[in-house]
């Protein structure tokens, strides 16, 4: 099983970055997927999910309304776009695979939000 995320880096507030993740080695598409976050010093926090039959999405507060996340059963991948970022949007991003009994992570990507 293999979860590798893409797209980090460094961007001004108020700028854009998507973010993806490529799945390989289970069903990606019985999976529901997740993006979460952990800044410096803080526990782990749900960004986004989106589910694994109809799509249905859920983000977090923090997020909603600029963050953006979609996924391609086809090319087994989980993207996460990002808008009018913030500082406190810095923070390692991890892709995650969950189904009942299966929780699968990626090694996490570095979004930096500084002018």
């Known amino acids: 099983v293999q979860l590798v995320e893409s797209g980090g880096g460094l961007v001004q507030p108020g700028g854009s970055l998507r973010l993806s993740c490529a799945a390989s080695g289970f069903t990606f598409s019985s999976y529901v997927m997740r993006w979460y976050r952990q800044a410096p010093g803080k526990e782990r926090e749900l960004v986004a999910r989106i589910t694994s039959a109809v799509g249905s999405t859920y983000y977090s507060d923090s997020v909603k309304g600029r963050f953006t996340i979609s996924r391609d059963n086809v090319k087994n991948s989980v993207d996460l776009q990002m808008t009018s970022l913030k500082p406190e949007d810095t923070a390692v991003y991890y892709c995650?695979?969950?189904?009942?009994?299966?929780?699968?992570w990626g090694q996490g990507t570095q979004v930096t939000v500084s002018s």
């Open positions: 995650n695979a969950w189904r009942s009994g299966r929780d699968y």
